[in-house]
């Protein structure tokens, strides 16, 4: 059968707030997810006989049960009933470790492109379940746009989309294992606070939250109009860093690794008006007012020897209207 082409969406979060430890030992969390223009590409393949295959030149991607794609694959095969052969083959254009949500993305079109080429559709809740057990951030790419991530992330909520805001990434050579940042976290806590209490935690998660929503009426007001000249997408993201919203994986990421912290200044120096640790990292993205702005900035970062691009925010129509290739 002839190939299922998509694009792969990538993500930021707009902020990150990790509460208590849960007694699946997962931690609580609250974050607002961010689709962006940056993606890998999947090709879905369905044919005669049985099994998965997964293809990618990148020799980082595993390509055996552990990857995020095939056993999204295995738990598609049995919700659709298929009895196929399922080839999977990933154009990695996306970091690994980079934080942008690289491999729950691909697991996301993974599903839709089994979707497609069976010619077969789940309903949206059956969608949304399977892709929470696949993953935390899987959910989120089939909804896209602005998001918001409850739980350990996987409890998704679409939000008013904001305005396409012009933005640079920056993706260093440094990989930062998720599992790892938490432990950090949890290391971080105990010898600031001593312990965590149960309503110190919650009240920390309540502050983001409340957080969110002054920023959501600002950008509710903004969201269907043009960013003409940038002005209104300045305003917006005046009033982001107004809210006082950050990365909690910032506090554990940059000791250990000085080298983001000293980007993420650079990405301000070269006229981000916000820039974040994209969840918990490497990546790092700035915010800009305009396009021009953020391509010279891009420039800049990549005269100093770190890689990044100049892009954009996408909105939940733009992401399912560029989602699929023709083909």
Known sequence: MKPVSLRSFAKINLGL???PVRRDGFHELRTVYQTIALHDVVHITLGRGRGIELRCSDPRVPRDQSNTCWRMAEKMLQALKLKNRVVIEIEKRLPVQGGLGGASGNAAATLLGL????????RPEDRLAIAAEVGSDVPLFLIGGTVMGVGRGEEVYPLPDLPAIPMVVATPEVGVATPHAFAEWDRWTAKEYGELTA??????????????????SVGSTLSGAPARGGSRVGSLLLDLVRTGIENDFERVVFPEYPELRDLKQALRRAGSIYASLSGSGSALYGLFRTKEDAKNAAARIV?????AQATVTLGRGQLRKKTFLAG
């Open 17 to 19: 707030c990790i509460g």
């Open 303 to 307: 005269s100093s020897g770190t890689p």
């Open 199 to 216: 309503e110190q935690a919650s009240d920390r998660l309540k502050r983001f939250g409340s957080r969110v929503s002054t920023l959501l």
């Open 115 to 122: 979707e497609r080429a069976a010619g077969k559709q789940l």
